[in-house]
Nanobody, 127 residues
Framework: QVQLVESGGGLVQTGGSLRLSCAASGRTFSSYSVAWFRQAPGKEREFVAGSTWSGASPRYTNSVKGRFTISRDNAKNTVDLQMNSLKPEDTAVYYC????????????????????WGQGTQVTVSA
């Protein structure tokens, strides 16, 4: 049974930074695609960042480019999301996800491409 657990969320002021981490059990991240999504109240779940495989260059949604960085630590079997220059519009519940290696770059932005999800961690950015 696969289980993903996020940590690192919290409250931060505009311009601050947070680092989210996702730890997996029952799955080796290096053999799967990984991604971060977020969902704000009243909005659909939105792709934030991800990579189709360990050697692939990560992809980001335009609103976080230059501010967020996704990284893998294969030795620890974790996936991190470094978030800098945070803005109030970044406020959301953040979820990590993973899926099959067959996930393509074209499909990686769709939640349907992932079969394992974390419980989510709240990120709140205040002015």
């Amino acid at each position: 049974q696969v289980q993903l657990v996020e940590s690192g969320g919290g409250l931060v002021q505009t311009g601050g930074s947070l680092r989210l981490s996702c730890a997996a059990s029952g799955r080796t991240f290096s053999s799967y695609s990984v991604a971060w999504f977020r969902q704000a109240p009243g909005k659909e779940r939105e792709f934030v960042a991800g990579s189709t495989w360990s050697g692939a260059s990560p992809r980001y949604t335009n609103s976080v480019k230059g501010r967020f960085t996704i990284s893998r630590d294969n030795a620890k079997n974790t996936v991190d999301l470094q978030m800098n220059s945070l803005k109030p519009e970044d406020t959301a519940v953040y979820y990590c996800a993973s899926g099959p290696l067959s996930t393509t770059t074209r499909a990686m932005g769709g939640p349907e491409s992932y079969d394992a999800w974390g419980q989510g961690t709240q990120v709140t950015v205040s002015a």
